[in-house]
């Protein structure tokens, strides 16, 4: 049995999407234990709206809530009994195996690197999303926890990216690249040319440098950047399909002879959408911290729940977080030396 | 008359393609002299194989070629005679009023910053690109001159992108965006944070901090960001277009309904094809500089060399450059202030 634990309160859409995605995951999958977290009461009433006819769901009450808005380490001291908070607390006590939130993401990642701490040997927590590729997904790790990391930082983020491509992607070795302004080694700022030596020496399989062109093409299984560049470049992709679809549309209308193309075009469009769709990746993981946390996203279906709860499952079975520990710590004695030639560049 | 100096040799596709541009500009704006820079043998034979009908060209002998993948100063310090070179030093003596290359794009920063200087105040060059979006044309700033800018350079930039959107894409009153992840001034780095409120004190038209959705949507005319960043967006929206036709196609093969819309579809493919295609904006000025530069794509058409040339001869008939100083001129006494409040952070 796997134990998760659902931020009930977490997300754009209120509980009444979350109690709906935790159902499909029980009735889903047998093997799983669900732990609501939120005002009992609230939760209640939704769960009283379903059937479970697989695994198990039980509330566990939480009375506050971190609002979608709110500085995420004020809100933390202020609501010591938030959903957010009671969750990972759990992790913390090993009551369950992992945590779930659709929440207010610094929330999240704060509570989880206060209260959990970092696996050993890990400098940051970085956030791994999978994004669809001409040939199958492809992992990004960061997009958001980490705005200026290191290069040892970097390196440990391709360390992670490899292990959770591995376990949850299912690739058999990787191909890593780092994001730059260009494929020459000497592209890019002190801290990318340092990253790119460490990772070039180390067993992972780097392919090098990659541009921003190559985000679609499936050239690299694994995506490596800072937060900040990577937590635009996923805003960015999300809204393309949309724009495009807007483009496409408007060009249309001004031909009638398209017009008739678009009717037949729907299924063409409805799957590629599908396809694009953040819902099936279900939640981003919050690779090195001390547990098993799933960000999902803020605007998550029912259906993108049940796949985050999914993926959570899965980190907890493929013990994901003891394979970062094993990858990382032929590499620690390194920490030193990257550190102290950026401080000097 | 405008005189123009079109590096001969620059581009992927070699001294036909730009040299077939600088025929098409000088046919279709007779106020234009263009001077072609590179080796004469070369540039004549290709000049022979067409008719000069409006405008004048004249062949100015540069025997040096900086090749693509040169290292820009070390390529600069051994080929003093190379036609980048030449063009900028044309620009310097005052002999053209601007200067076009679709060649090594960080030789010609270099050569443009250390031998024309920057504009009186200006702190750092950044390259301005335009962007379609769903409500015109969009002015992107920095996308590859500067990757750390400082809190006061993303402030110029913003000068800068306010006065080239009303000069060259028309906008009668900007908007500015300023690049980040989320839309809260506390969001970002403490770089972005300062930058946010010199450009809210300033007399600009800020609409605050812009997500990477926000691309497509035409929610700002002009986007500020650092030069990594930039690069890596406009890398990806480079690629998007065939990407999707690709996933689109893919999709369409599956499905027989789909085959016969796809067929009526291209008239509107075309056009989308057209409309976002880098060919129209042609070229990228390189601004705050003293004097007009203009770095063409690598894989210029003729068609986007003839347009890039446009752009140069807009920047000199509306003395962008004049505008720019005028602008950045009331705000220099803070040049101490941010900067050594980012030092503390």
């Known amino acids: 049995m796997i134990r998760i634990a659902v931020d009930g309160m977490g997300g754009d859409n209120g509980p009444a999407v979350v109690v709906e995605g935790a159902v499909q995951a029980a009735n889903d999958f047998e093997h799983l234990e669900i732990l609501l977290v939120g005002p009992t009461d609230i939760l209640k009433a939704e769960l009283n709206r379903h059937k479970v006819l697989g695994g198990k769901i039980t509330i566990v009450e939480a009375p506050e809530v971190v609002g979608m808005g709110e500085s995420p380490v004020a809100a933390l001291k202020k609501k010591k009994n938030s959903s957010i908070k009671i969750s990972i607390d759990l992790l913390h006590k090993k009551e369950v195996d992992a945590a779930i939130s659709a929440g207010n993401t610094g929330a999240m990642v704060a509570a989880s690197t206060l209260t959990l701490g970092m696996l050993p040997g890990v400098k940051r927590p970085g956030i791994a999303i999978t994004i669809p590729t001409m040939h199958g997904m492809c992992c990004t790790l960061d997009v958001g926890a980490n705005l200026n990391p290191s290069a040892f930082e970097l390196f440990q983020y391709a360390i992670m990216a490899d292990v959770f491509a591995r376990n949850i992607i299912r690739k058999k070795r990787p191909s890593i690249g780092l994001l730059n302004i260009g494929e020459e080694e000497s592209k890019g700022t002190e801290v990318l040319k340092e990253a790119y030596k460490l990772i070039r020496d180390s067993s992972l399989n780097f392919i090098g440098n990659i541009e921003g062109r190559d985000f679609f093409t499936g050239k690299a299984d694994c995506i490596i950047c800072d937060g900040f560049v990577g937590n635009v470049c996923l805003k960015m992709i999300e809204s393309i399909l949309e724009t495009m679809i807007s483009m496409i549309s408007r060009e249309i209308r001004k031909n009638p002879i398209s017009s008739i193309g678009a009717w037949f075009l729907q299924p063409a469009l409805a799957n590629l959408r599908r396809d694009t769709?953040?819902?099936?990746?279900?939640?981003?993981?919050?690779?090195?911290?001390?547990?098993?946390?799933?960000?999902?996203?803020?605007?998550?279906?029912?259906?993108?729940?049940?796949?985050?709860?999914?993926?959570?499952?899965?980190?907890?079975?493929?013990?994901?977080?003891?394979?970062?520990?094993?990858?990382?710590?032929?590499?620690?004695?390194?920490?030193?030396a990257p550190r102290n030639s950026q401080a000097a560049a």
Chains 1, 2 share one sequence.
């Open 277 to 336: 769709n953040y819902e099936e990746a279900g939640g981003a993981p919050l690779l090195g911290v001390n547990g098993n946390v799933i960000i999902a996203h803020g605007i998550s279906s029912a259906r993108a729940i049940r796949n985050g709860i999914r993926v959570a499952s899965e980190l907890v079975t493929t013990q994901a977080n003891n394979q970062i520990v094993e990858a990382i710590a032929p590499y620690l004695h390194q920490i030193a």
